[in-house]
C-alpha cells in the first residue's frame, strides 16, 4: 500500500503528471496553456473569470474534464465553488 500512495503523491504534484500519469491522458500545449492559467488564479486566489476559445475538436472539454478533477482532488478539504459555461 505504501507503494501505490508513494505513486499517487507523485502523481497529483503537477497538473502535467496528474493528468498523464494518474488519467492516461497526455494534453497538448496548447490545452496546458489555458488551464495552467486557471490553476494560477485558483492558487492565487485571484478569482480571474477566463475564456478559453478553442476550434472544434481541440479538446476543450478533454482539458476542462482533468482540470475540474484536479481541482476536487487538490481542494476537497476547502469550500470552494467552480462555475463553468459552456454556450452552444
Known amino acids: 500500500m505504501k507503494i501505490l500512495d508513494k ?37 492565487l486566489n485571484r478569482g480571474l473569470e477566463i475564456v478559453v476559445i478553442m476550434p472544434r475538436q481541440a479538446g476543450k472539454d ?5 482540470l475540474e478533477i484536479y481541482l476536487m482532488r487538490m481542494l476537497c478539504d476547502k ?7 459552456n454556450p452552444t
Open 7 to 43: 505513486r499517487i503523491r507523485t502523481w497529483v504534484r503537477t497538473f502535467e503528471d496528474f493528468t498523464a500519469k494518474g488519467g492516461g491522458v497526455k494534453l497538448h500545449q496548447y490545452q496546458l496553456e489555458p488551464a495552467l492559467a486557471i490553476l494560477e488564479s485558483v492558487r
Open 62 to 66: 478533454e482539458m476542462l474534464a482533468t
Open 79 to 85: 469550500d470552494r465553488n467552480i462555475v463553468e459555461v
